[in-house]
């Protein structure tokens, strides 16, 4: 698994339902089998961002709560199909 991203998306200053809108955009601009990084809240954005990627056929890769109330996921577009 690769350590950097080839794109990177913060959604902290959004809410649901537009934070997974908003992923979504980010991977449209990546190719399949590229990885976007996603910086997101904890509480609803960390439970159901990964959730909706994976229902969409995308790898959940890494999953890293940075210690101040953000977590940081990596994710393979197209990694599950």
Do not use: W, Y
Request: aromatic residues 4%; charged residues 25%; contains cysteine.
């Amino acid at each position: 698994m690769p350590k950097e991203a080839d794109a990177f998306t913060d959604i902290t200053d959004v809410v649901c339902p537009m934070t997974f809108v908003k992923v979504k955009v980010a991977l449209e601009e990546i190719d399949d089998g590229q990885f976007l990084a996603i910086t997101m809240n904890e509480g609803e954005p960390i439970a159901n961002v990964p959730r909706s990627l994976k229902e969409e056929g995308h790898k959940v890769c890494s999953v890293n709560n940075n210690g101040d109330g953000t977590f940081t996921i990596l994710v393979e577009k197209g990694g599950l199909e």
